[in-house]
């Protein structure tokens, strides 16, 4: 859906009138009320069950102390309503659209806030007995890994024996070997984390995690640091929204520790990590994920430009290669820290 009047119509839907509207991009509408107040209009890419559980569990979340999330107010009027659907059936929702700037990664500052607002976010939502709709990630990391490793261990096969007749066989011919080691590393350290036993801890307790949370994913304002975006929102290890803050901060800016270290002094500020948050933290970190993306976008079949993929494949080796020194350097604060 890309028409204004189109998203101005779905509000009116929520029970109030849009003064102004504006495509932000796509799926997602900045709407301005009468009365001046902001909403952002955006597309759900969920079941209903499964946003009917998001639902929830933020208003208990919000309810249980941490209430800087971008998620509606159902004693509002605009709030009432937890979504509408389209002729296409995609399903929006209306949120306030809150007014601030995105973390500077290279701010010690920003970063810290950032982490002791997830660290926040984290002790305010740990969940009970599994419910109907939850995207639940507990104790399926070995499958995934598995999966995406078989999908690499393919690609490189493939360049090997019959070739994509394209610059590809080559970078996968030479480096194939290397992007296998990887991956093969990651699933040897998540079997000697004694993954399944602590998955076993969690069914009872489960702790919710943002899951994609990145510098775009906090707002930074008067009133502090705020978590936004939820179509993520899991039940899995408070590492792995971690490792996601760290990679997605940190992947773009040549693997620099101090921006990971930043931000795990802050989340220790609130909440004390543990040996077994480092070793979940470094399984993570040294699957080759963005290579993986990579590739997997290259093997996709309605891609008919792989070009880019190819162009981009070296420097992706390269941010690889520098996690080497990252994991070394994650090591060492781990001591510092003193995590048992």
């Known amino acids: 859906m890309k028409s204004v009047s189109a998203a101005a119509g779905l509000v009116a839907r929520f029970g109030v009138r849009a003064a102004r509207t504006a495509f932000v991009q796509r799926g997602v509408y900045r709407i301005v009320l009468p009365n001046r107040e902001s909403y952002c209009l955006k597309r759900m890419p969920c079941s209903e069950s499964r946003l009917r559980w998001i639902d929830k569990t933020l208003l208990a979340v919000k309810k249980n102390g941490f209430t800087k999330v971008a998620w509606r107010d159902p004693l509002k009027r605009q709030g009432k309503r937890l979504f509408v659907k389209t002729n296409s059936r995609s399903c929006f929702i209306l949120s306030p659209w809150l007014q601030g700037r995105w973390p500077a990664v290279h701010s010690r500052k920003d970063m810290q806030a950032c982490g002791a607002a997830l660290a926040q976010f984290h002790r305010a939502c740990h969940m009970g007995p599994y419910k109907a709709g939850a995207f639940n990630m507990i104790g399926k990391w070995p499958g995934v890994l598995a999966s995406q490793h078989a999908l690499l261990k393919k690609l ?46 969690h069914r009872s307790k489960a702790q919710l995690c943002h899951g994609d949370g990145g510098p775009t994913n906090f707002l930074i304002n008067a009133k502090g640091v705020h978590l936004i975006d939820f179509e993520t929102l899991r039940l899995d290890l408070r590492a792995y929204d971690l490792y996601r803050v760290i990679y997605n901060s940190c992947k ?81 604060y781990r001591k510092q820290c003193g995590a048992n």
Not at 180 to 188: V, W
Not at 262 to 285: A, H, I
Not at 299 to 316: I, T
Request: aromatic residues 14%.
């Open 156 to 201: 490189v096969f493939t360049a090997r024996r019959n070739g994509y007749h394209r610059a590809m066989d080559r970078y996968l011919q030479q480096h194939g070997s290397e992007i296998l080691g990887y991956s093969e590393e990651a699933r040897r350290l998540l079997q000697q984390s004694n993954y399944k036993a602590v998955c076993q801890a």
């Open 252 to 332: 773009d800016h040549k693997w620099n520790f101090t921006i990971a270290r930043s931000f795990l002094d802050g989340y220790q500020s609130v909440s004390k990590l543990t040996r077994k948050d480092f070793s979940f933290l470094k399984v993570w970190l040294r699957f080759p994920q963005t290579v993986y993306l990579l590739l997997r976008t290259f093997n996709h079949k309605s891609v008919r430009d792989k070009s880019a993929a190819e162009r981009g494949f070296l420097r992706a080796l390269q941010d690889e290669r520098r996690i080497l020194l990252f994991l070394k350097q994650l090591e060492a």
